[in-house]
């Protein structure tokens, strides 16, 4: 695996995987000198796959004209964020999504320097991951699957925010 801060380099893939892949040939990290300008999160190299976050708000069963609008998605659940969260409203959730709620393979990731330091320059660079135990790119973020591990060994902040 290599990393280049080329954004149109033809070796990069993009997203999250929906079946296991060997990990990328090549990475995409800020440059030398974007990385040197600072961090505004601690430079962490390892993350733990913990499967997605459960709501954060309370759940409430869909209404019979948003069963109708979204019949085609598989909404089963709203999540009302009642104003926590800037602007938005809420989330629909699947069923798919809440069987899905901490169920990561538990493994351990760990990353090379540079892109470790491009997580610490920009928590918002990447939208996915690579899980070596799953062998996939799965997302990051609020609603993502990773939490970093912190230097004592403890389970810390979700990779990507």
């Known amino acids: 695996m290599s990393t280049t801060s ?13 079946e296991p892949v060997p990990m990328a040939e090549v990475y995409l990290v800020l440059s030398d000198e974007e990385r040197a300008r600072g961090f505004v999160r601690p430079v962490r190299r390892s993350y ?7 709501p954060r708000g309370p759940l409430r069963n869909l209404t019979g004209e948003e069963l109708e609008d979204h019949a085609a998605r598989g909404y089963v ?38 892109l470790a330091e491009t997580y610490s320059a920009s928590p918002g660079f990447y939208g ?5 135990t799953c062998q996939m790119h799965l997302k990051v973020g609020a609603h993502g699957e990773f939490v970093w591990i912190e230097a004592d060994g403890s389970d810390g902040t979700r990779v990507g925010t």
């Open 6 to 18: 080329d954004p149109d380099d033809p070796r990069l893939t993009h997203g999250a995987d929906s």
């Open 48 to 54: 733990r796959h913990v499967g997605i976050a459960g």
């Open 77 to 114: 659940k709203y999540e009302d964020y009642q104003g926590r969260y800037g602007g938005a409203l809420g989330r629909f959730w699947t069923q798919a999504g809440l069987d899905a709620i901490g169920k990561g393979c538990g493994q351990v990731t760990t990353m090379s320097r540079a």
């Open 128 to 132: 996915a991951t690579y899980c070596c």
